[in-house]
């Protein structure tokens, strides 16, 4: 048994091990993307960080067997650019189940990261199965607004279509200027948007991001289904954004899947004030929701002294930092 990095060599037996793991006695339904034997190799030739190195497998009978991936994730942190892993792809082949054999691979991983300088490492699944190994629960606020329009708000913007090459050099300079001073979004390079963000999966279109124009200037981007938001970002002022959002949503109340102190101040200089009735009635409103992001494990021994050094001050640090992450960013 030895547990290593995969090699060049190695890809499409790794992705035949993550598609037999993931489809073996489930009952997938057609067309998703776990139904596609190839959906590892698309997705990591989508994605212009990734190296064979970041997936770290166990060999085993002269076969891979088991296989944790740590995906290359930079990060915005306070106007730093922080080293942080997304963990992905963990799986063990069905002949080889209940012997422990993924928690090998993933303390070696940690042991991987350690040495790589990554200062944490996140990833999406159940605290039953991770927690022993080390990863944190963590949650911040979505914000919920159920409001109405003020009369004469987001006149004159118009939003257009982003097209994958034109326009991916508006929206990275668009996105570093708006997440570098959070906590939590991926750096992205104009690569990073056209192959990961904008190109369309075999199982899936590609999401529709339009950017905003107002004065044949753009002032930001978004990509929104229905009522909910899922990436935003303004260029200096919000408020013609935040407007054309509820204008969207329309009756239904905007979801954004943060909070942030100026989204609160704009929702309320674009919202109507309601009437006295109304007051009582049909108060409306903006409320925070908890909602859950992932699971988190510190790794740096000796991080910089504006870095937290533990895995429970690293909740706390990105709870008090209005965390963000974007869903494209997420594996």
């Excluded at 076969?63 to 944790?68: F, G």
């Excluded at 978004?222 to 938001?229: I, N, P, S």
Aim: with cysteine.
């Amino acid at each position: 048994m030895q547990i290593r990095a995969l090699r060049e060599d190695e890809l499409n037996e790794h992705a035949e091990l993550i598609y037999v793991s993931y489809s073996h006695e489930r009952d997938l339904e057609p067309g998703s993307m776990l139904t596609h034997r190839d959906w590892w190799l698309q997705s990591i030739g989508s994605n212009p960080y990734y190296e064979p190195e970041q997936t770290r497998v166990m060999e085993m009978d002269g076969r891979l067997v088991s296989s944790v991936t740590c995906f290359h994730r930079p990060t915005h942190v306070s106007g730093h650019e922080v080293k942080a892993a997304c963990i992905g792809s963990v799986c063990t082949h069905p002949d080889y189940r209940r012997r422990g054999l993924a928690r090998e691979v993933l303390q070696e991983a940690v042991d991987w990261m350690i040495e790589e300088d990554y200062q944490w490492s996140f990833l999406y699944g159940k605290y039953e199965v991770y927690g022993g190994s080390g990863w944190e629960n963590l949650s911040s606020w979505n914000t919920i607004a159920d409001l109405r329009l003020r009369d004469g708000c987001g006149c004159g913007v118009t939003m257009r279509r982003a097209e994958p090459v034109e326009d991916a050099p508006l929206l990275a300079e668009m996105h570093t200027a708006f997440n570098r001073r959070l906590t939590g979004p991926t750096v992205r390079t104009e690569e990073y948007w056209r192959r990961r963000v904008l190109s369309p999966k075999p199982w899936a279109p590609a999401p529709v991001y339009e950017i905003a124009v107002l004065d044949d200037r753009p002032i930001g981007y978004l990509c929104m289904e229905g009522a909910q938001v899922r990436e935003i970002a303004w260029v200096d002022d919000p408020r013609p954004l935040i407007a054309t959002v509820l204008e969207r949503a329309g009756s239904e109340p905007a979801q954004f899947g943060f909070s942030l102190p100026e989204l609160t101040a704009a929702l309320r200089d674009v919202s109507a004030i309601p009437t006295q009735s109304e007051c009582y009635e049909e108060p409306g409103g903006v409320r925070l929701q908890e909602s859950y992001r992932g699971l988190w494990r510190h790794h740096a021994p000796d991080p910089p002294t504006n870095l937290p050094s533990d895995t429970v001050l690293l909740l706390q640090f990105m709870r008090e930092n209005n965390y963000v992450m974007w869903p494209p960013d997420r594996a």
